[in-house]
């Protein structure tokens, strides 16, 4: 019998093409129709290690990545060691022949593949072992290899021989499954008409920050987030901005902040260890009224850490990382579609309230693989910043406006010059250390935040809106606990889910309404410390039941129902 959805599991070895393997699926997969999503796990050594990409796909939309798995793909020894209690009861095993030994009791639903043998034969060499086992995983979930052929011979076009031998290994690999052909079998999509994209959450971000109208980017790689500098490397230029990529984090954001006292649309992106560095200037941009966007995709700490494991244990020094007191806006989104959108949110905040606006995200939501509903960008606004229009004199820059947003004058503007000093400073953004002015001046600069308090920023809702059992949460979370509430939903319990998309300022009010009749509040998220329930106990004065790990693994729909059926027993 087909099922709705399947997920599939490929682990060995960095180098031995588990990573491509699962890329070709999830692309073939959105070729064929289907809705995916991605999860992918790897050393942080260049060669070598132990790594796992995982792919659901199914007809239906896809929220998280799923848990048991239907289908385990050994490349060798140590994947079977390590994820073999991770499969389903009647769950499949294809595995190398020459690597790897599966327990007697296993072998009733494993099947071995001459994944390296078959390889050298066709193509001389091992190089085309992943091939081998894609082919194999088609044959159980009896999916068409025809878009993967044509990913084939569209990447090795220029190559004589090398896409035949691929196609080839992609064939004799089906064969070596033939004795399971459609044990795994996966529903046929719905057809339908709704465009659609295959994207990660980083590739999500750099297209929302060109549809927001960036015009300069200031990067320097590190993981996870070093896809988006690559990315608007090769596709800023075409709209008419520049990328640089600079010597070092301090630098990328100090350059980010010059060009936009210049007039421009200006972001970098970073993981924990480069937003560390960053935190004088962010203060900096916060106490001088300089608009910027920095992306924080957060990885395991501290310090070096986890590099290439998610959490979200950035939140804190995302809030309030930095010296002194200046305002600043921290978005999480909450899937890859919303990456895009949050991106655009980000611009918007910044260029309107003149602030730098941190977006939250991490490993798990920016290298994942997710088709979405194509961005609709006849839909996306871009706000534009308060200038200073012909001033006669010099200008009032930091001007004490009722909302506190002043006019900003840019370079060349006639009288629009001024000193945007880190100092404080009076309207004029002359040095004055008073104490009047200080506090005129604080309350100046954090008064253009109400909004966002107030109303004006989205959030996410699920479930019921005022439930018995309330789960709060933030970013990349959201997906396995919306499925987690459409479960705990059909038990015929009182739940409902809130995700603030904007943490800072954070929407006090609006989670006191959400959590007003609940017996029990849930927060899950993946840190030490349990962060984000601190901010809600702190902001709000409500008891929490925090929910916290950090073994650099997203949390499934199973993990989190099971939180929501122990908070009723």
Not at 26 to 39: D, E, L, N, S
Request: with cysteine; hydrophobic share 40%; net charge negative.
């Amino acid at each position: 019998m087909a099922r709705e959805s399947v997920v599939i599991r490929l682990a060995g070895e960095s180098g031995e093409g588990v990573i491509s393997s699962g890329d070709i699926l999830t692309q073939a997969a959105a070729r064929g129709g289907y809705w995916t999503q991605t999860f992918r796990t790897y050393p942080a050594e260049i060669r070598g290690g132990p790594c796992m990409y995982q792919v659901r796909m199914g007809k239906d939309r896809i929220y998280s990545h799923g848990k048991e798995v239907d289908l385990l793909v050994c490349f060798n020894q140590e994947a079977w060691d390590l994820h073999w209690d991770s499969l389903a009861a009647d769950g499949v095993i294809l595995y190398d022949e020459t690597a790897v030994a599966i327990p007697a009791e296993f072998q009733d639903r494993a099947r071995p593949v001459r994944m390296e043998k078959l390889a050298k034969e066709i193509g001389g060499s091992s190089r085309a072992k992943n091939m081998v086992a894609v082919g194999a995983v088609c044959g159980v979930i009896a999916f068409d290899t025809t878009p993967i052929e044509e990913l084939v011979m569209r990447r090795y076009a220029h190559k004589a021989g090398v896409a035949d031998a691929n196609i080839a290994a992609l064939q004799a690999g089906k064969d070596e499954s033939a004795d399971l052909n459609g044990s795994k079998e996966i529903t046929p999509p719905v057809e339908t008409e709704e465009d659609r994209v295959l994207m990660s959450g980083n590739q999500a971000i750099a297209l929302g920050a060109v549809a927001a109208g960036l015009d300069y980017f200031g990067g320097y790689p590190i993981t996870p987030a070093s896809d988006i500098l690559e990315w608007l490397s090769a596709k800023l230029p075409a709209t008419g901005g520049i990328t640089v990529q600079c010597e070092d984090e301090i630098a990328s954001l100090a350059s980010v902040i010059g060009a936009s006292y210049a007039g421009a649309k200006a972001a970098t992106a970073t993981s924990g260890p480069g937003l560390s560095l960053m935190s004088e200037l962010i203060g900096y941009a916060g106490m001088a009224e300089i608009p910027c966007v920095i992306i924080d995709a957060q990885r395991g700490g501290p310090s070096t850490g986890l590099p290439t494991k998610t959490e979200q244990s950035d939140l804190q020094h995302a809030l309030y990382g930095g010296h002194g007191e200046a305002p600043r806006v921290v978005i999480a989104p909450v899937s890859v579609e919303d990456c895009f959108w949050a991106t655009v949110d980000a611009f918007n905040y910044a260029e309107r309230f003149q602030v730098p606006v941190i977006l939250l995200t991490d490993q798990g939501l920016g290298t994942r693989m997710e088709v979405i509903s194509k961005p609709d960008l006849s839909k996306v606004e871009q706000w534009q910043r308060k200038t200073a229009v012909d001033v006669e004199g010099q200008a009032k820059r930091y001007e004490l406006t009722d909302d506190g947003i002043s006019p900003m004058g840019l370079p060349g503007q006639p009288n629009g010059q001024y000193v945007a000093t880190g100092i404080e400073h009076d309207e004029y953004g002359h040095p004055d250390y008073t104490p009047e002015m200080h506090t005129t001046m604080q309350h100046k600069r954090w008064r253009k935040l109400d909004p966002l308090a107030n109303g004006a920023a989205r959030h996410e809702y699920y479930g019921n809106t005022q439930p018995d059992i309330a789960v709060i949460g933030f970013g990349s979370t959201y997906g396995p606990v919306r499925e987690a509430v459409d479960m705990a939903l059909a038990d015929g319990l009182s739940v409902g889910a809130f995700y603030p998309r904007v943490l800072g300022p954070f929407p006090v009010e609006t989670v006191r309404e959400f959590t007003a009749k609940a017996s029990r509040v849930i927060v899950p998220e993946i840190n030490f410390t349990g962060q984000l329930a601190r901010l809600v106990r702190g902001e709000v004065g409500i008891t929490v039941d925090s929910q916290a790990k950090c073994d650099g693994l997203p949390f499934t729909a199973e993990d989190i129902h099971e939180m929501i059926t122990e908070a009723v027993r």
